[in-house]
């Protein structure tokens, strides 16, 4: 093969690589900024969903838990698959604590502070 080939191939992969990711990126669905959570009688639980995308690097800690769709964590609970109060205690609430211990950015541990109380 010919310098001229080499070259003229690397090239062409890196295009087609960079097409790849193009298109991979554009595909990968966010979903909501804002997102409004189940929270039982404590009365529901706003969350920043995209703040936590910009601040945790991996969607897999919390999707490996749960699927990206709306209501997933609801249907798991109803389904018998996971514990009520799982997502508050073993994600939410606990890796607020870390980082609070850490010294880091952390969000809020305490009941009134997630939940919103329903209004009577
Ligand atoms: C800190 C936890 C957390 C992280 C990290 C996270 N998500 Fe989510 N995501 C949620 C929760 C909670 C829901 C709502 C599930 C429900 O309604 O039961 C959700 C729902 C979704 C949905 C469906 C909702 C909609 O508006 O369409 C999509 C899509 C999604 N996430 C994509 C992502 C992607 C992509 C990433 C990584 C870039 C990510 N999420 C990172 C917690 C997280
Ligand atoms: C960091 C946010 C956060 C904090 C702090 C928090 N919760 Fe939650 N809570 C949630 C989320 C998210 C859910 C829904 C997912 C789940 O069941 O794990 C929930 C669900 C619940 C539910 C409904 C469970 C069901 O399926 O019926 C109750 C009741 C509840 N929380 C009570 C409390 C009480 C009491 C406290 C304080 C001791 C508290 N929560 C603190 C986020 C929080
Ligand atoms: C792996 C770590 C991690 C998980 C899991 C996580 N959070 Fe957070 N959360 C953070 C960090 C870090 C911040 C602080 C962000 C900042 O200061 O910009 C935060 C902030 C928040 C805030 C405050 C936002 C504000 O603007 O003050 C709320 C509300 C919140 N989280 C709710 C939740 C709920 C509800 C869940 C579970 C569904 C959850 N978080 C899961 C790391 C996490």
Redesign the pocket.
């Given at each position: 093969m010919s310098f001229k080939r080499i070259v003229t191939g690397l090239f062409a992969i890196t295009l087609i690589a960079g097409a790849a990711a193009a298109v991979s990126m554009a595909a990968?669905?966010?979903?909501?900024e804002k997102?409004e959570?189940f929270g039982g009688k404590r009365g529901k639980v706003p969350?920043p969903?995209h703040q936590?995308?910009k601040n945790?690097d991996?969607?897999q800690?919390?999707?490996s838990v749960?699927p990206?769709?709306?209501?997933?964590?609801?249907?798991l609970k109803a389904e018998g698959s996971l514990k009520k109060k799982y997502?508050m205690n073993k994600?939410?609430t606990k890796?607020h604590r870390e980082k609070k211990k850490a010294g880091q950015p952390s969000g809020p541990t305490s009941c009134a502070k997630c939940h919103i109380k329903p209004k009577k």
């Open positions: 990968e669905n966010l979903g909501a997102l959570l969350f969903h936590h995308q945790l991996d969607c800690i919390c999707h749960f990206q769709k709306t209501g997933a964590i609801e249907k997502v994600l939410c890796c």
